[in-house]
T-cell receptor, first 113, second 114 residues
Framework: SQQGEEDPQALSIQEGENATMNCSYKTSINNLQWYRQNSGRGLVHLILIRSNEREKHSGRLRVTLDTSKKSSSLLITASRAADTASYFC?????????????FGQGTRLTINP | NAGVTQTPKFQVLKTGQSMTLQCAQDMNHEYMSWYRQDPGMGLRLIHY???????DQGEVPNGYNVSRSTTEDFPLRLLSAAPSQTSVYFC?????????????FGPGTRLTVL
């Protein structure tokens, strides 16, 4: 099964509300990265959190990492219509000397005006 | 900087045809990779390169070839297209020759194989 699994698969909220997306993974990671994908476009890097970090902020984004639970969450505060997109977590790990970046299936976020 | 560029944006092939998807980056990144994105599957790594002259297989390499003759270019070749290769293909690059750093993605190529 997927290394990274995201929850929920889809989320619809009103503009101005906060949106929280969760990502779980199975094996130990070196870092976890979050990406945004607007419809029909490529992925854009949002934030990277290292395995020895617990929380990171970037503007309206807050990412937490709980290595004991093998999970991460992405919080978008004060959502805007422009935040409508799919959000992916990607866990970076090294297995038998080989680097891997494993993407989750994504959360589709819709912000309603 | 143009970042990561991909051509073409759309392509329709018949089963058995071959083609090359182009990818270029102008950021002098050592690491480049190809992913395919299918509904409900996330992104899966096809091939990657940690520098010019060095390539390796990812998670789903069958049916695809790559080469890396320059730092800037990383083309993906479909040898004999099959309907199972219908997908959206993304090229990505990162600095430092590693996946540890943030990935920069191209806009994608939407491929349909009939």
């Amino acid at each position: 099964s997927q290394q990274g699994e995201e929850d929920p698969q889809a989320l619809s909220i009103q503009e101005g509300e906060n949106a929280t997306m969760n990502c779980s993974y199975k094996t130990s990671i070196n870092n976890l990265q979050w990406y945004r994908q607007n419809s029909g476009r490529g992925l854009v890097h949002l934030i990277l959190i290292r395995s020895n970090e617990r929380e990171k902020h970037s503007g309206r984004l807050r990412v937490t990492l709980d290595t004991s639970k093998k999970s991460s969450s992405l919080l978008i505060t004060a959502s805007r219509a422009a935040d409508t997109a799919s959000y992916f977590c990607a866990s970076f790990l090294i297995i038998q000397g080989a680097q891997k970046l494993v993407f989750g299936q994504g959360t589709r976020l819709t912000i309603n005006p | 900087n143009a970042g990561v560029t991909q051509t073409p944006k759309f392509q329709v092939l018949k089963t058995g045809q071959s083609m090359t998807l182009q990818c270029a980056q102008d950021m002098n990144h050592e690491y480049m990779s190809w992913y395919r994105q299918d509904p409900g599957m996330g992104l899966r790594l096809i091939h990657y390169s940690v520098g010019a002259g060095i390539t390796d297989q990812g998670e789903v390499p069958n049916g695809y070839n790559v080469s890396r003759s320059t730092t800037e270019d990383f083309p993906l070749r479909l040898l004999s297209a099959a309907p199972s290769q219908t997908s959206v293909y993304f090229c990505a690059s990162s600095y430092g020759g590693t996946l540890y750093n943030e990935q920069f993605f191209g806009p994608g190529t939407r491929l349909t194989v009939l």
